[in-house]
């Protein structure tokens, strides 16, 4: 027999996680059959930070059907070709992690194991410059990707965006109102289950009003209000790995030529970011409680800015980990509420956009099918865990020696899904993605490259082609590459520009 449907959908908490999917679910639901109502406290506010993001940000806009250009203008927003890392596997070194692709595939195998073979005579140019995205980035241009020139490098240039996520909250705030949306301000006191069940069956909130529903989307940042203080689920806590636990923040003045690409500066206790924003600069040092003070880490952000501070500094803590289950009874928990990978690859923003889509995917009726949810906790972990992978990977290879941080993350017991990679990939350079995790072989390339894991061979496919041949495909790419970054306007101009 068929359950009856889902009318009423509680979302509780209006950060971005609350916002995006008061977003996405009223652009995908949105008819009169289902009400959704967003509670938020703006006593209580929101984490205020999470301004850098993934690619796959521009598929989210686009499903809410919302203009670049007006995106990039009501958030100040800047485009994002990747991450620098400056200082990770020794000081001194840097290297990127960008989003575009190396060279061309050839010969059905990935062009980095061409490139190898090359270097392995002693002939190779510097790998960064069969990355367009690369070569841009480090001199300030920017252009969108042109898929109509089918084969050139302009084709595959991918980007993300930095901006303001206050901006953005506020803006998918008036999106979601207009799509129908309810929205409540006020504090929730007190949260009622079902005896029978444990579902949750209302809110109350502090001026009394009681606020029933039936599919509640716990947005309520790290404590979880629904998630763990009420339905106690657990957390499954990776801080061996991720051992930073603590984030002090501070906005600087606009930089003067905005870098298309977010920073990642390696320091004694854990890492610097600094992110362009067109109205400002964000920066932030995520470090380990263990091994640093918060005055030391104030301090030291601080004296490393590199526009004048504009703003207090602001300390936040957290731990790094999974909700043990993120759906619980009639709970899901989507941002900080479900878990939280520290935000050295830009990932929390995605991670909210791949809950609401799987949770679009596995839409219950009032029977909350337990193999269904069951399945969606399983998918939810798999890509938290790959995730967690490829932060670890930063740490762990490298060489750094000079503070007990930094010893303690190089000799760390890492997970065996990990051991496994670094081991294929240091036999033959062999990559491979796992149930299309975000992060593809371009992605694990740059950051084992960059980390200086270099392997002892490289696929033997690579050898088919004839010497002569792969000397001109690659001189090619090469010149293909330095033509089309000569024709590219920076990002600056480009940005300004826009309508
Ligand atoms: C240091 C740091 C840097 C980060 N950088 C990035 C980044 O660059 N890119 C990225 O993608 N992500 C980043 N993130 C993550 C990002 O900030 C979050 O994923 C995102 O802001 C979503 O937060 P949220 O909406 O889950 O929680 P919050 O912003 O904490 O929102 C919680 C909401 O719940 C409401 N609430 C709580 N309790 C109650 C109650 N009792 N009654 C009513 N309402 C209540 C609050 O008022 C608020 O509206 C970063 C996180 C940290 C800690």
């Not at 909700?323 to 928990?333: E, M, Y």
């Not at 509420?337 to 690859?345: C, H, K, V, W, Y």
């Not at 294929?424 to 694990?444: T, V």
Request: aromatic share 12%; charged share 20%; proline share 4%.
């Amino acid at each position: 027999m068929q359950a009856m449907d889902v009318k009423d959908i509680v979302i509780v908490g209006g950060g971005t996680a609350g916002w995006m999917s008061a977003a996405g679910m009223s652009r995908l639901l949105g008819n009169k059959k289902i009400n959704i109502r967003i509670i938020e406290s703006e006593a209580i506010g929101t984490i205020g930070v999470g301004e850098a993001t993934v690619p796959h940000i521009q598929y989210f806009n686009r499903l809410l059907g919302i203009d670049e250009n007006n995106f990039i203008k009501q958030t100040n927003a800047t485009f994002k070709y990747g991450i620098e890392f400056v200082d990770w596997h020794k000081i001194g070194q840097s290297y990127f992690h960008s989003f575009g692709p190396y060279g061309m595939d050839m010969e059905g195998i990935h062009f980095h194991h061409m490139w190898l073979r090359q270097q392995k005579t002693g002939t190779a140019k510097p790998i960064d410059e069969f990355n367009l995205q690369i070569q841009a980035a480090k001199v300030g241009k920017y252009a969108p990707a042109r898929p109509d020139l089918k084969g050139s490098p302009l084709s595959a240039l991918s980007y993300a965006y930095q901006f303001d996520a206050a901006l953005y909250a506020a803006f998918l705030r008036n999106f979601s109102e207009k799509n129908g949306v309810t929205r409540t301000e006020g504090k929730i006191v007190k949260v009622t289950q079902a005896a029978n069940t444990g579902h949750i069956e209302s809110v109350t909130l502090e001026d009394g009003e009681c606020i029933k529903g039936d599919l509640f989307i716990d947005c309520s940042g790290f404590k979880g209000l629904l998630i763990e203080e009420t339905l106690k689920t657990g957390y499954e806590d990776w801080s061996h790995y991720l051992p930073c636990d603590s984030a002090v923040t501070r906005l600087s003045e606009r930089m003067t030529e905005l870098p298309p690409y977010t920073r990642a500066t390696a320091k004694p206790a854990g890492w610097q970011w600094r992110i362009p924003l067109q109205s400002r600069t964000g920066n932030g040092y995520v470090y380990s409680s263990q091994f640093l003070t918060d005055q030391d880490a104030l301090d030291s952000l601080s004296q490393d800015l590199d526009t004048a501070p504009i703003s207090d500094a602001r300390q936040l803590r957290f731990t790094t980990g999974i909700r043990k289950q993120p759906w619980n009874k009639n709970v899901v928990a989507i941002g900080l509420a479900s878990g939280f990978l520290e935000p050295l690859e830009s990932t929390s923003i995605h991670l909210i956009q791949t809950a609401i889509a799987r949770l679009m995917t596995n839409f219950p009726d009032m029977s909350f099918n337990q193999p269904d949810i069951d399945f969606y906790n399983e998918r939810t972990k798999t890509e938290y865990v790959q995730i967690r992978d490829f932060l670890i990977l930063h740490y762990k290879a490298t060489t750094r020696n000079d503070s007990p941080f930094w010893n303690y993350v190089r000799e760390m017991s890492i997970p065996e899904s990990l051991q496994k990679r670094i081991a294929i990939y240091k036999e033959n350079a062999r990559l491979y993605s796992e149930d299309k995790g975000l992060f593809n072989h371009s992605s694990w390339f740059a950051v084992f490259n960059g980390q200086g894991i270099h392997p002892q061979r490289y696929h033997p496919i690579a050898n088919f082609l004839d010497e002569q041949e792969m000397k001109r495909r690659m001189e090619e790419i090469h010149t293909v590459t330095q033509k089309c970054l000569s024709i590219m306007p920076s990002h600056e101009a480009f940005l300004a520009k826009l309508p």
